[in-house]
């Protein structure tokens, strides 16, 4: 075939190999053998250098054994390859066996002065700096290129090489940046959950903090019981994070929010095919937390009929996928949570008593948060200063104010005053928040009937993050407007809207 011909075959050939792969050294091997192949190029070698020992390791060497290449180790500056390293230059020795320079480390020529071979050495750079070197043999009998040919064939591929090391170096690093941002976030989580996060000194508090630390170091399983909001999963998380299962996961499955028919496989996992739709074989959230915690939410509500498979993994950690034959083990330490009263399920059977029994070796009770009215002084302080940074603002509440917040019921315990303090600070335009501007932040969201919850606000729950966000929108609307006597258009330009945005919000919002 024509030699151009050749040429260009194996440089398209080559640059296919080097897009169909990432990993540096599986793309190197194919170039390699196309080397070979194509152009009748033989021990095609690829020598790096390596960043801490700074000496010139062979990443990848077509027709080498291991151990041959595991020999081929040079020091900058020595024999072809080191010069071709130090110089960033190309080397063409026409004939080895004449060569004192030419070291034959690998020692994989047999004796060199019997065979009459032209060694080609091209440096593989990155922006101008010599990273490498790429060497290829050439025997004088298969000479139908000529030198020349050879050594710009060989000048495109070392830098076509050249950009792949690079990008393998960005990948590498890229990933080690990931590697360190899932460190960082993971002991983030761990100082986050401690319990010295979890506010309150009430009576009742202490007592849940002594709990906590004594079951942490054990592996016994914990209820918590508490009307909603009250911290039911930061105490879970607590516990989990002051175990001995730090580094192992924590797993959260809402037993009320998933609906019947997926929990039983979301729990334990399915099997390929055990019902329509089972594609793949799927962990469930008990093996997913194995060496772990698994955090029951809602376990109040687990399904009458999922409730005997749920014992037995309680008592003896061992279940069956859906679908599945064999018995899979598990060592997991349960955490269940609920607000509903238990024993009333049992008098209704709608909880089985032996499951009761086997969940309530540890009930931990979160008190309301209308229980512990002392500690809310140090509450709003808590989470004044976490949403002041947040938000970049620096509001504080009046004295009035406090004795209003203290006086409150909060129904909503916990996260309704948390979202109370978030929405004062997010809105206010006041730097200190009195009586007066705070009525218009409490009963915002979990209260009935409030003012708020009017018109189609109520599609989502009013405490979701979609609930608060129409719920302040449309609090910022209605402010511009009466700002600005009702005129739509100045209302517009104030909030950065434009008035067909406007007018479309004043709809949907039904604000009059
Ligand atoms: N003692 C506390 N100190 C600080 N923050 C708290 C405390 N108790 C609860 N919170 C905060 O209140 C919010 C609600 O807490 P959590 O989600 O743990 O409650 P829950 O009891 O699980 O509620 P639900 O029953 O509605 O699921 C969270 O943002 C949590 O961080
Ligand atoms: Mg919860």
């Known amino acids: 075939m024509d030699q151009k011909i050749l040429e260009l075959t194996a440089l398209y050939e080559i640059s296919k190999s080097l897009a169909s792969s990432l990993d540096l050294r599986v793309a190197a091997n194919k170039i390699m053998g196309i080397l070979s192949s194509v152009l009748g190029m033989r021990r095609g070698t690829l020598t790096l250098l390596h960043p801490e020992t700074g000496e010139l390791v062979i990443e990848v060497a077509h027709g080498l054994t291991q151990e041959e290449m595991e020999r081929g180790h040079y020091r900058i500056g ?55 070197v790429l060497s290829v043999d050439r025997l004088f009998k298969d000479t139908a290129m000529s030198l020349d040919d050879d050594i710009r064939v060989l000048t495109i591929v070392a830098s076509q090489i050249g950009q792949a090391v690079k990008v393998s170096e960005m990948v590498n690093q890229e990933r080690q940046q990931l590697i360190e941002q899932n460190r960082r976030l993971e002991q983030q989580l761990q100082t986050t959950f401690r319990l010295r996060n979890v506010v309150g000194q009430d009576r009742k508090m202490e007592e849940v903090y002594q709990a906590v630390e004594q079951v942490s170091a054990t592996k016994a399983t914990v209820l918590i019981r508490g009307e909603s909001g009250t911290g039911k999963e930061l105490i879970a998380r607590a516990i989990h994070y002051g175990s001995a299962r730090v580094g192992a996961p924590f797993i959260k499955v809402n037993c009320a929010a998933i609906p019947e028919p997926l929990l039983e496989s979301e729990l334990f996992g399915h099997e390929k095919g055990a019902f329509t739709g089972a594609t793949e074989t799927r962990k469930g959230r008990f093996e997913q937390a194995d060496g772990g915690t698994l955090f029951l939410d809602e376990v109040g509500d687990l399904p009458l009929t999922l ?18 034959s064999s018995t899979l083990s598990v060592d997991v330490r349960i955490i269940g949570a609920t607000h509903r009263n238990l024993e009333q399920g049992l008098r209704d059977h709608t909880f089985r008593d032996d499951l009761y029994y086997r969940l309530n070796v540890v009930p931990i009770y979160l008190p309301a948060l209308r229980e512990r009215a002392a500690d809310i ?33 909060w129904p909503g315990n916990v996260r309704e005053f948390e979202n109370c303090v978030e929405r004062a600070v997010i809105m206010s335009r006041e730097t200190v928040i009195d009586p007066n501007e705070l009525k218009k932040h409490m009963n915002r969201v979990l209260s009935s009937g409030a003012e708020s919850v009017r018109g189609p606000i109520q599609e989502s729950p009013l405490d979701s993050l979609p609930g608060n966000v129409r719920a302040i929108e449309r609090e910022q609307i209605t402010d511009a407007l009466s700002q600005c006597g009702g005129v739509q258009a100045r209302a517009a330009k104030l909030l950065g809207l434009t008035p067909r945005q406007i007018g479309y919000k004043i709809r949907k919002y039904n604000i009059a």
């Open 307 to 324: 409730q005997p498979k749920f014992l037995r993994v309680l008592q003896e950690m061992k279940f069956e996928r859906v679908g599945g």
């Open 78 to 132: 020595e024999g072809v390859t080191g010069r071709v390293m130090e110089t960033g230059e190309p080397m063409i020795v026409p004939d080895i066996g004449q060569e004192p320079l030419f070291l034959n480390r690998t020692a994989s020529r047999g004796d060199v002065t019997h065979e009459n071979i032209t060694f080609l050495c091209m440096p593989v750079k990155i922006y101008g700096e010599t990273i490498g």
């Open 377 to 409: 002084p140090l509450l709003l302080n808590h989470f004044l200063k976490r949403f002041n940074e947040e938000h970049g603002k620096s509001i504080e509440f009046s004295h009035e104010a406090i004795d209003l917040m203290v006086q409150h019921v």
